[in-house]
């Protein structure tokens, strides 16, 4: 992955595509999971437990990219 300021690091981001497949998958369950928290939040929005969950269900749907972002990091040229 080659970022802008010439920081090219491909064997990070080949290492990270199995975490990365992984984080895929618990970001489908975090689009789930943040449709359903949505719905909930609509028939009752003072529950704060819901409101979690829909956090919650954010930060799982950005875990690809966090997790790419720190193997490519992590791993010089």
Do not use: Y
Not at 45 to 63: G, Q
């Amino acid at each position: 992955m080659c970022c802008g300021d010439g920081n090219c690091r491909p064997l990070g981001f080949l290492l990270g595509l199995p975490f990365a497949f992984l984080c895929l998958i618990l970001s489908v369950i975090g689009v789930v999971a943040w449709i359903v928290g949505l719905l909930l939040t609509c028939i009752c929005p003072c529950c704060l437990c819901v409101t979690l969950i829909v956090e919650l269900a954010i930060e799982l749907i950005k875990a690809p990219i966090h997790v790419m972002e720190w193997f490519t990091s992590k791993i010089p040229c």
